[in-house]
């Protein structure tokens, strides 16, 4: 069974600062996803990475598939950010999503 | 292109009363699930489909929960009786083959 662990747990940050969330996981995946999660529960997908990185807009996803270990990095953070971001693993075969307990950023202006 | 649609939104009944909630997938995705989230924590698998056929349920509790996807495209899910614990976020995301998942905005479940 696959472990995703993220950290940190909470992170305030002031506007304008560059924000990093990290995870980790256990076993080989075949794609590591990133998610956002606005109150009211519903769940928007950021990105999907199986190796390298990823940018789109202030948004940049890497991902170590030898350390088991992907970042996801916010440049210019703005009060918008704030949300929780949760981190998923999908191994071969469609066993499911193993998510991460999340991240719950607060960006203050 | 629509994305996951989920229905209600939000839904507060007493305990001991019957609740559902309805999941319409990305046209053409074959495979969905059923997540159950609790606050604070990452969502968690209650039930995967693949087209019509339930292949992974081990996490659904049996006793009160059921789940239907007839002829493989919409879902329900079904509480009967309700708890107070099962007051959480239900979330509804589907896929194509190995691809990445698309979630729907949840339904946020209030027990009383």
């Not at chain 1, 918008?80 to 307990?101: E, H, N, P, W």
């Not at chain 2, 979330?91 to 009383?112: E, H, I, M, N, P």
Request: glycine content about 10%; hydrophobic content about 35%; proline content about 5%.
């Amino acid at each position: 069974k696959n472990e995703v662990e993220q950290s940190p747990q909470n992170l305030t940050a002031q506007e304008g600062e560059f924000i990093t969330i990290n995870c980790s996981y256990s076993v080989g995946i075949s794609a590591l996803h990133w998610l956002q999660q606005h109150p009211g529960g519903g769940i928007v997908s950021l990105f999907m990475l199986s190796s390298g990185k990823k940018k789109h807009g202030r948004l940049i996803a890497t991902i170590n598939i030898q350390e088991k270990h992907s970042s996801l990095h916010i440049t210019a953070s703005h009060p918008r950010d704030s949300a929780v971001y949760i981190c998923a693993a999908s191994g071969g075969g469609a066993d499911g999503l193993t998510f991460g307990k999340g991240t719950h950023l607060i960006i203050q202006p | 292109e629509a994305g996951v649609v989920q229905s209600p939104r939000y839904k507060i009944i007493e305990k001991k009363q019957p609740v559902a909630f309805w999941c319409n997938p990305i046209s053409g995705h074959n495979t969905l699930y059923w997540y159950r989230q609790n606050l604070g924590q990452g969502p968690e698998l209650l039930i995967r489909y693949e087209n019509e056929e339930a292949v992974d349920d081990s996490q659904l509790p049996k006793d009160r929960f059921s789940a239907e996807r007839l002829k493989g495209v919409d879902s329900t899910l079904k509480i009967q009786p309700a708890e107070l614990g099962d007051s959480a976020v239900y979330l509804c995301a589907s896929s194509f083959a190995q691809g990445g998942a698309f979630f729907g905005q949840g339904t946020r479940l209030t027990v009383v």
